[in-house]
């Protein structure tokens, strides 16, 4: 099997006062080389928890997470953090762009912390429409010209995995529908896989496969 | 150091604002250090620049040369011992004038020593002091902001003997009054009621003595009148500027990294390393402080050419230096602050928009 990421069992737990609020109980899942999976779930399911456990961000309770047949999830933070710069891509709600670097040098810095070897990030920024905004600071771009950005520098520094956690939450419904677009398209034509959080059912046509987060259960609905 | 300059080129104003915060505060310490020690050489130099090493006063003295009176007894106990290590000395202030113009008085300190002793000043120009009974004596370049040259003539203004000026010596300088050489002939004529002598100067350690006061040149310099009280208020300035620019600079910091916080979380999540981030914090504030303490260097050098002579002002190289470095230490360690933020920050941050 060609799965990328896998969850096996995995329980988080939060402390909450006395008690224990266990957010995830016993979750598994799985997504493919070349899937785009979404992942829905009413406000407060855990989904953000989840996708964190997924990015090598948080540690899960118990359960194990392998990313390319490696176990991630018992990594220390420099291990984490090495996981996260060349083998994940993440795409934020808010496209959390570097307010001091310009459109070219968002992706410039990824590849120069990293020991991949460098793409031309300028023609990726010129697939996604971004060729006229190369030396622009983030701060004058629309909202979704930020987060094609964010794609991009997802992108950039070609991992197998892309996380990205309701990244049309911030723009309307048409620049939404744009930018999930584009992760697919990318994902599909690169034969990456990509798991998206999102509350918009209006963008689920375009992915491959659909779960459904509640009371701490993930169940695979289509 | 990518994101450094990206970010310093970004957020000129921010931080031209905090350099000339760090400039302003060095200039100050450089030029109040530089006051301190240009007051310290205009009140002690003329015993600092000789090569005495400690120095024998009467007994009850109190370090004072002016409270102290030695005889030809005392002093023969010393020749013999000592040889050419020991010199006489002795210390008057008095006021001069120019022989033409009686309303221009200047206050000077008379040094009377033997001219073949090592107290006997080396020259800038003219010619040395001798044991002669003439009237040719050497005089601290400090005179000649009063008009005074090689050839002029001096007037004391207590007894009306007059001397003319053979040789300068450099800035020597005694309680803030240029200082004039005198023989034990010439020493006579202006004091002639006078005896003894004040001190020994010894270029030995003598360590103690029953009979008598034996002080090191600092303890002496450190009694001179006015030093201890000058010096001790211009340093207390200079610390307390250190320790307020350790608070400012802390303080600016943390609100400027404050406001990065949620940067740091991103760039963490993307996979940049703590220790990657704190050298960025650092070099930041290494590249702003040392910038801003070599414009100073600069402004301190040319305020102190264009320093009137009469305003004591005096930098050496090593001062400066350590001015400059201290300076540099202060900066990094009020980073500290700022850094236990950066390091703290969770990458979690980044993702689920709780930003
Ligand atoms: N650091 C934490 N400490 C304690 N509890 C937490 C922490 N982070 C999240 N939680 C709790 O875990 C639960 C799931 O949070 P999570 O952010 O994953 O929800 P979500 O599905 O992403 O919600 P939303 O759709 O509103 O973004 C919530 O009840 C939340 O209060
Ligand atoms: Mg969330």
Same mark, same amino acid.
């Given at each position: 099997?060609?799965?990328?990421?896998?969850?096996?069992?995995?329980?988080?737990?939060?402390?909450?006062?006395?008690?224990?609020?266990?957010?995830?109980?016993?979750?598994?899942?799985?997504?493919?080389?070349?899937?785009?999976?979404?992942?829905?779930?009413?406000?407060?399911?855990?989904?953000?928890?989840?996708?964190?456990?997924?990015?090598?961000?948080?540690?899960?309770?118990?359960?194990?997470?392998?990313?390319?047949?490696?176990? +991630?999830?018992?990594?220390?933070?420099?291990?984490?953090?090495?996981?996260?710069?060349?083998?994940?891509?993440?795409?934020?709600?808010?496209?959390?762009?570097?307010?001091?670097?310009?459109?070219?040098?968002?992706?410039?810095?990824?590849?120069?912390?990293?020991?991949?070897?460098?793409?031309?990030?300028?023609?990726?920024?010129?697939?996604?429409?971004?060729?006229?905004?190369?030396?622009?600071?983030?701060?004058?771009?629309?909202?979704?010209?930020?987060?094609?950005?964010?794609?991009?520098?997802?992108?950039?520094?070609?991992?197998?995995?892309?996380?990205?956690?309701?990244?049309?939450?911030?723009?309307?419904?048409?620049?939404?529908?744009?930018?999930?677009?584009?992760?697919?398209?990318?994902?599909?034509?690169?034969? &990456?896989?990509?798991?998206?959080?999102?509350?918009?059912?209006?963008?689920?046509?375009?992915?491959?496969?659909?779960?459904?987060?509640?009371?701490?259960?993930?169940?695979?609905?289509? | 150091?990518?994101?450094?300059?990206?970010?310093?080129?970004?957020?000129?104003?921010?931080?031209?604002?905090?350099?000339?915060?760090?400039?302003?505060?060095?200039?100050?310490?450089?030029?109040?250090?530089?006051?301190?020690?240009?007051?310290?050489?205009?009140?002690?130099?003329?015993?600092?620049?000789?090569?005495?090493?400690?120095?024998?006063?009467?007994?009850?003295?109190?370090?004072?040369?002016?409270?102290?009176?030695?005889?030809?007894?005392?002093?023969?106990?010393?020749?013999?011992?000592?040889?050419?290590?020991?010199?006489?000395?002795?210390?008057?202030?008095?006021?001069?004038?120019?022989?033409?113009?009686?309303?221009?008085?200047?206050?000077?300190?008379?040094?009377?020593?033997?001219?073949?002793?090592?107290?006997?000043?080396?020259?800038?120009?003219?010619?040395?002091?001798?044991?002669?009974?003439?009237?040719?004596?050497?005089?601290?370049?400090?005179?000649?902001?009063?008009?005074?040259?090689?050839?002029?003539?001096? &007037?004391?203004?207590?007894?009306?003997?007059?001397?003319?000026?053979?040789?300068?010596?450099?800035?020597?300088?005694?309680?803030?009054?240029?200082?004039?050489?005198?023989?034990?002939?010439?020493?006579?004529?202006?004091?002639?009621? &006078?005896?003894?002598?004040?001190?020994?100067?010894?270029?030995?350690?003598?360590?103690?003595?029953?009979?008598?006061?034996?002080?090191?040149?600092?303890?002496? +310099?450190?009694? +001179?009148?006015?030093?201890?009280?000058?010096?001790?208020?211009?340093?207390?300035?200079?610390?307390?500027?250190?320790?307020?620019?350790?608070?400012?600079?802390?303080?600016?910091?943390? +609100?400027?990294?404050?406001?990065?916080?949620?940067?740091?979380?991103?760039?963490?999540?993307?996979?940049?390393?703590?220790?990657?981030?704190?050298?960025?914090?650092?070099?930041?504030?290494?590249?702003?402080?040392?910038?801003?303490?070599?414009?100073?260097?600069?402004?301190?050098?040319?305020?102190?050419?264009?320093?009137?002579?009469?305003?004591?002002?005096?930098?050496?190289?090593?001062?400066?230096?350590?001015?400059?470095?201290?300076?540099?230490?202060?900066?990094?360690?009020?980073?500290?602050?700022?850094?236990?933020?950066?390091?703290?920050?969770?990458?979690?941050?980044?993702?689920?928009?709780?930003?």
């Amino acid at each position: 099997m060609t799965n990328i990421l896998e969850l096996n069992h995995i329980i988080k737990n939060y402390p909450d006062g006395q008690q224990v609020n266990e957010v995830l109980k016993d979750i598994s899942f799985h997504v493919q080389r070349g899937e785009f999976a979404a992942i829905v779930g009413p406000s407060g399911a855990g989904k953000s928890t989840l996708l964190t456990i997924m990015g090598a961000l948080l540690t899960p309770s118990s359960g194990t997470v392998s990313l390319n047949g490696q176990d +991630i999830s018992k990594l220390s933070k420099k291990q984490q953090t090495s996981v996260r710069l060349n083998n994940i891509g993440f795409i934020f709600q808010n496209s959390d762009l570097i307010p001091y670097l310009k459109i070219s040098e968002q992706l410039q810095f990824v590849q120069k912390i990293s020991q991949k070897p460098a793409i031309d990030a300028n023609e990726l920024l010129t697939k996604l429409g971004l060729k006229h905004r190369l030396n622009s600071y983030p701060n004058v771009l629309s909202g979704g010209e930020k987060q094609r950005v964010a794609i991009a520098r997802a992108f950039i520094n070609q991992p197998d995995l892309i996380l990205a956690d309701e990244p049309t939450a911030s723009l309307d419904s048409k620049r939404g529908r744009e930018v999930v677009q584009i992760i697919q398209e990318t994902v599909h034509q690169e034969n &990456k896989a990509a798991v998206m959080v999102t509350h918009d059912e209006r963008i689920l046509d375009l992915v491959d496969s659909i779960w459904q987060i509640e009371d701490g259960q993930l169940k695979k609905v289509r | 150091m990518y994101l450094t300059f990206k970010d310093l080129r970004h957020d000129k104003l921010k931080f031209s604002a905090l350099g000339l915060i760090i400039f302003l505060i060095v200039f100050l310490v450089l030029f109040i250090t530089g006051l301190a020690n240009g007051l310290a050489n205009d009140s002690g130099s003329a015993i600092k620049e000789t090569s005495a090493q400690s120095f024998v006063l009467q007994k009850g003295s109190q370090a004072r040369l002016n409270r102290s009176e030695l005889s030809a007894t005392d002093w023969n106990k010393f020749k013999n011992k000592y040889h050419g290590s020991a010199a006489k000395l002795s210390v008057n202030q008095a006021t001069i004038q120019k022989t033409n113009n009686a309303s221009k008085k200047t206050d000077i300190t008379y040094f009377m020593i033997d001219a073949n002793s090592f107290l006997s000043p080396k020259l800038t120009s003219g010619q040395k002091l001798t044991n002669k009974d003439n009237n040719q004596v050497v005089v601290s370049d400090k005179l000649k902001s009063s008009g005074y040259k090689i050839g002029s003539s001096i &007037k004391d203004s207590a007894s009306g003997q007059t001397f003319k000026i053979a040789g300068f010596t450099d800035n020597k300088a005694y309680s803030h009054t240029p200082v004039i050489y005198l023989n034990q002939k010439q020493a006579q004529k202006v004091l002639p009621m &006078k005896t003894g002598f004040n001190a020994i100067a010894l270029k030995k350690n003598l360590n103690s003595s029953s009979k008598y006061q034996v002080i090191n040149k600092k303890t002496l +310099i450190n009694a +001179i009148p006015g030093y201890s009280a000058e010096q001790g208020s211009l340093y207390l300035m200079v610390g307390f500027l250190y320790i307020i620019s350790l608070f400012v600079l802390a303080v600016f910091f943390y +609100i400027i990294n404050l406001q990065k916080l949620n940067d740091f979380g991103t760039l963490k999540a993307l996979g940049t390393d703590t220790s990657y981030l704190v050298k960025h914090v650092l070099s930041e504030m290494g590249i702003l402080a040392i910038v801003a303490i070599l414009v100073s260097f600069l402004i301190t050098y040319l305020i102190e050419l264009k320093m009137p002579a009469s305003m004591p002002f005096s930098l050496s190289l090593p001062v400066l230096l350590g001015t400059g470095g201290l300076f540099l230490l202060i900066t990094l360690i009020s980073a500290i602050l700022s850094l236990i933020k950066v390091v703290k920050v969770d990458p979690i941050t980044a993702i689920g928009g709780n930003n």
